[in-house]
């Protein structure tokens, strides 16, 4: 492939093409929302996949003690599960969220990277059901659950 | 313009959301359209379109404290969020609305919606505990 048709952006990758977890991260964290929140590739799987989400004083919700915002969390989240059924299915499906439902047990520590691993554990023809968790460096002692749906727009999973 | 639902937070300074105006005394919040609040090429990005509702609906309980002369501690409990169309390249507005705040806990409702009120893009639900600032 020549530099300049090289994919920008994920959503440059034909529906359906292989699906590789450590460069798509890549090419999702360069751009946008995620670019912005500074995510970046962690560790995947077949059907997980980690991302992390590194402390800045931008994405603070409680100026006063430091703490994350909650919205930089369901974004780590709702990008870590999504990559989840790509990593299950083995290709890019385009697809939306539909539903994401964010538990939040405790407050992530300041100054503390985020880790959120999203795992897909049903796939349909069109619907994907996700789950996973948040946690700052203890997986045994999360920050947050997540559950939700996905529906492929632009193909099928399966 | 008054400062109804407290000040924000640097995240949400961070993404441009801002207080727009107010409707019967609650905060309605709004955001430009930016890189920052993209997705997918061209649409809102979902986690970015749930913290601003959060942000709606934090604003709306503080709002309703301060109605009150209450001054609570607040801590997420929980959101549910419903994405129902993709938002697109324009203003998204948010509001929040209080169903129920007791002693302990609030549940408070948020919606978003960009050129068409009636198309709301989005909803979420919220619950928050509540505890007293001087810890009792």
Same mark, same amino acid.
């Given at each position: 492939m020549s530099d300049a048709a090289k994919?920008?952006?994920?959503? @440059?990758? %034909? %529906?359906g093409s292989v699906f590789d977890p450590a460069r798509a991260a890549k090419l999702m964290t360069r751009h946008g929302h995620g670019g912005w929140l500074g995510l970046k590739y962690h560790d995947h799987g077949t059907g997980w996949m980690e991302l992390a989400l590194p402390w800045r004083e931008?994405? #603070?919700? #409680?100026p006063e003690t430091g703490v994350l915002a909650s919205g930089p969390i369901i974004s780590l989240m709702d990008n870590a599960t999504s990559m989840s059924v790509w990593a299950l299915c083995g290709k890019f499906v385009p697809h939306a969220t539909l539903d994401l439902r964010v538990d939040y047990m405790r407050a992530a520590v300041p100054g503390r990277t985020v880790i959120g691993r999203g795992e897909c554990y049903k796939l349909t023809r069109t619907i994907s059901f996700i789950r996973g968790i948040a946690h700052d460096g203890d997986p045994e002692d999360p920050v947050a659950h997540v559950t939700g749906t996905f529906m492929a727009t632009h193909g099928t999973y399966l | 313009m008054s400062t109804i639902g407290s000040t924000l937070p640097p995240y949400a300074t961070a993404l $441009? &959301?801002? &207080?727009d105006r107010e409707e019967d005394g609650m905060p309605v919040l709004a955001v430009d359209f930016s890189d920052r609040m993209m $997705? =997918? %090429?061209g649409f809102l990005h979902g986690g970015a379109m749930s913290g601003l509702m959060e942000m709606a609906a934090v604003a709306a309980l503080r709002a309703e404290m301060e109605r009150r002369g209450e001054t609570m501690r607040l801590k997420p409990v929980n959101v549910q969020v419903e994405f129902m169309r993709g938002g697109t390249q324009q203003v998204t507005y948010a509001l929040g609305n209080v169903t129920r705040a007791g002693r302990r806990v609030a549940l408070v409702n948020a919606e978003a919606w960009q @050129? @068409? =009120?009636?198309? %709301? &893009?989005a909803l979420a639900q919220m619950k928050i505990l509540l505890s007293p600032v001087d810890g009792e």
């Open positions: 994919p920008k952006s994920l959503h @440059d990758l %034909p %529906p931008e994405l #603070v919700g #409680v | $441009g &959301i801002h &207080i $997705g =997918r %090429p @050129d @068409d =009120r009636k198309k %709301p &893009i």
